[in-house]
């Protein structure tokens, strides 16, 4: 068990550009949930994956947002067209059917 | 819906004083609950959790919390604080079955004086 990995862990990038985030979750979970954690706040959720389906999605993903989980194991996040609204750390988690949540380190992203 | 509230945006307490954070929730049915804590630049690490059986949870780094279902709380306590326990901590609550996903309240900064 080498916990859940993300990487980057830290991203800078000119806002406009593209950015996307891998999570490599331990492999014998079959959940995967990705948040957004703001200074100051608790992580948000915005959206999770059993298996490889895309089973729920928070209104805070917006059409510049897009998540994927081929083969129902590691996942990427992209931001297309980023804004600086989009600077937070991004968090991944993964579980087994009943809870237990691992957390990654998280990739933190700046947009400037 | 369900909803966390962290009373309390920052505690702050002597070493070897009792921890003492809070923790409300709101949800239609029975939750599962969870208590993380968070470093500077970490991610969350999972203290404790209630799901189901006894209400008195015990966690790791000597932590504790009580679920009450009456008050709708689980308050996390440690008697003694450490210097080690300065962190944000943050409690969650997740649906009992379907997707499972975790709300998390705001946080709580817990500071620890010598």
């Known amino acids: 068990d080498t916990g859940v990995s993300q990487n980057p862990r830290h991203k800078i990038t000119k806002r406009g550009q593209n950015v996307t985030f891998r999570c490599d979750p331990i492999?014998?979970?079959?959940?995967l949930y990705w948040y957004r954690q703001t200074l100051g706040q608790g992580p948000e959720f915005l959206t999770y994956?059993?298996?490889?389906?895309?089973?729920?999605k928070s209104r805070l993903l917006s059409d510049r947002f897009s998540a994927e989980r081929p083969k129902g194991s590691f996942s990427t996040l992209e931001i297309q067209r980023t804004e600086q609204g989009d600077s937070a750390m991004y968090l991944c988690?993964?579980?087994?059917?009943?809870?237990?949540?691992?957390f990654g380190s998280g990739t933190r992203l700046t947009v400037v | 819906a369900q909803s966390v509230t962290q009373l309390g945006s920052h505690v702050s307490v002597s070493e070897g004083a009792l921890v003492l954070l809070r923790c409300n929730y709101s949800?239609?049915?029975?939750?599962?609950l969870f208590w993380y804590v968070q470093y500077p630049n970490q991610g969350l690490q999972l203290l404790l959790k209630?799901?189901?059986?006894?209400?008195l949870v015990k966690g790791i780094n000597g932590f504790e919390a009580e679920f009450k279902k009456s008050e709708t709380s689980f308050h996390l306590t440690k008697p003694s604080a450490h210097m080690s326990d300065a962190a944000e901590y943050f409690c969650?609550?997740?649906?009992?079955?379907?997707?499972?996903?975790?709300?998390f309240g705001r946080g709580t900064s817990l500071i620890v004086h010598p």
């Open positions: 492999s014998e979970h079959n959940r």
């Open positions: 969650a609550v997740s649906d009992t079955g379907g997707s499972y996903i975790p709300t």
């Open positions: 994956f059993q298996n490889e389906a895309q089973l729920e």
């Open positions: 949800s239609s049915v029975p939750p599962y």
């Open positions: 988690a993964s579980s087994l059917e009943v809870n237990g949540y691992t």
């Open positions: 209630y799901t189901t059986g006894a209400t």
